[in-house]
């Protein structure tokens, strides 16, 4: 009966370490360092039309929108890709294409009160550990409007 319990522990130990590895390794929200957040630009109406014309062109410049935007810059592409405007990133998150249309119809609250209180335990985590500023909020509302637009 000891050896059994022994070998419980045990084998419970080491899966809640590889557990918590993998966490942290696949994005996780527990020791995973995270790229600091620039300082945003003095207008967002001007990230806006940058991210625009960036979009506009080739595959290069598809990366340099995936850079400089704002859902990179939070680390929302960690778990998010928005297909709309070419941003790739990870598939554990749904694809925020759609998102400026279809929150509330999803959570039971429009986009811009969604992304001050998430109604969904995964975003609640993420958003309240690190909320957005409310210049922030204006960026990602914008370039989620316009990823809704593209995609029509």
């Known amino acids: ?5 022994f070998s419980f522990v045990i084998s419970a130990i080491i ?9 942290g390794l696949l994005g996780g929200t527990g020791n995973t360092p995270q790229e600091p957040v620039a300082a945003a630009p003095s207008s967002s109406t001007s990230t806006a039309a940058d991210q625009s014309t960036s979009t506009q062109g080739s595959a290069d ?11 990179a810059k939070r680390g929302c ?6 297909g709309s405007l070419n941003i790739k990133g990870g598939q554990v998150g749904p694809d ?5 249309t279809t929150v509330e119809g999803k959570h039971g609250k429009p986009i811009e009160e969604f992304l ?22 204006k960026q990602v509302l914008e370039l989620l409007k316009k990823a809704s637009e593209a995609k029509q």
Request: hydrophobic residues 40%; contains cysteine.
């Open 61 to 71: 410049k598809a990366t340099a929108v995936d850079e400089n935007n704002i859902i």
């Open 77 to 82: 592409i960690q778990c998010h890709s928005v």
């Open 1 to 5: 009966m000891n050896k059994a319990i």
């Open 96 to 100: 925020l294409s759609q998102a400026y």
């Open 116 to 137: 001050k209180q998430p109604t969904s335990a995964v975003m609640s985590g993420v958003i309240g550990k690190n909320p957005l500023t409310d210049d922030q909020r």
């Open 15 to 23: 899966g809640l370490g590889i557990g918590y590895v993998l966490y």
